[in-house]
């Protein structure tokens, strides 16, 4: 196995802290996840890592591990801290709503936290808080439940 500097377009930008791998002479790309995964007694809380979410195929990816975190947890309720978040796409926010509703249908809740004043606006205006809860910080999050 070889490996060897990949780059990718992010925000405009060229990065190279991804890696591709060839393997039977095809690059497939190994990307670092986008998320931390925390357990506090029967709810997981996902931090989120980047500051700027609006590479489509970053969002895919966010979906993905989201989605397979859900789905293989065994856990229901789910704290989604966007600390760090300060700019996103409205993609993302189209892939809250479906993991919402897949948490949702399996008897879960689904609670955002550390969500930037500016982003905090662009939610309301797309009437997530109608959806799930907004808190402050991961602490109040946690109190929801």
């Known amino acids: ?22 393997l039977n002479s095809m690059v497939a790309p190994v990307y670092r996840s986008f998320l931390a995964e925390e357990h506090i007694g029967d709810v997981t809380v996902v931090k989120f890592n980047e500051p700027i979410i609006l590479d489509e195929d970053v969002i895919q990816r966010i979906g993905e591990q989201l989605n397979r975190l859900v789905e293989q947890s065994q856990r229901r309720h789910f704290v989604f ?22 948490v949702r249908a399996g008897g879960g809740r689904l609670v955002l936290c550390g969500v930037d004043r500016n982003l905090r606006h662009i939610f309301t205006i797309f009437r997530l808080p109608q959806l799930f809860p907004i808190c402050r910080d991961e602490q109040e999050a946690l109190q929801t439940f």
Do not use: I
């Open 1 to 22: 196995m070889h490996e060897v500097q990949g780059s990718r377009h992010l925000f405009g930008q060229t990065r190279t802290d991804c890696r591709a791998e060839t």
């Open 81 to 102: 801290d966007l600390g760090p978040v300060e700019r996103l796409s409205t993609t993302l926010l189209g892939t809250f709503v479906a993991v919402h509703n897949k």
